[in-house]
């Protein structure tokens, strides 16, 4: 078992937002192999031109069903399941992500112009304090 290093331990702050998400089946146009711990896909707001907008830096770390993080990087995520969300970059967390992030918010994971899943912001975790202290 190869284990996970949790995103808190690594980055040295806490997530900024939770989600609900659901990846496309292969028919859909999602994946067509399984999802694991430490996906590097990208985020989108749901209803956003990609072309014009494009697409955020935005990763997913995946939680158990009693929310807690997965940590056995061998098994599969599930399909659909919750995650927290950590945004890359701190200035874009300012001047974008502040102002859009909340309750209820849509929005896609992204590989490249591709969806792979849908996403609901849930949970706003530390994302005003991130604002105010990352730089």
């Known amino acids: 078992m190869k284990d996970w290093v949790p995103y808190e331990k690594v980055r040295n702050h806490p997530p900024d937002f939770r ?12 994946r067509k192999k399984p999802v694991f711990q430490g996906l590097r896909c990208d985020f989108a707001y749901d209803g956003n031109d990609i072309k014009d907008t494009g697409i955020f830096a935005i990763h997913p770390e995946f939680e158990d ?8 990087m061998s098994n599969p995520v599930s399909i659909q399941g919750t995650a927290r969300m950590w ?8 001047e974008i992500h502040l102002h859009r992030i909340k309750i209820g918010v849509l929005g896609h994971f992204m590989a490249g112009r591709r969806r792979l899943g849908e996403v609901e912001v849930i949970e706003i975790l530390s994302l005003i304090t991130n604002s105010e202290t990352l730089t």
């Not at 069903?65 to 056995?72: A, C, M």
Request: charged share 35%; no cysteine.
């Open 19 to 30: 989600i609900r998400y659901r990846f496309y089946s292969e028919e859909e146009g999602g």
């Open 87 to 94: 945004i890359l970059f701190p200035r874009m967390r300012r």
């Open 65 to 72: 069903d009693s929310g807690n993080i997965i940590l056995d």
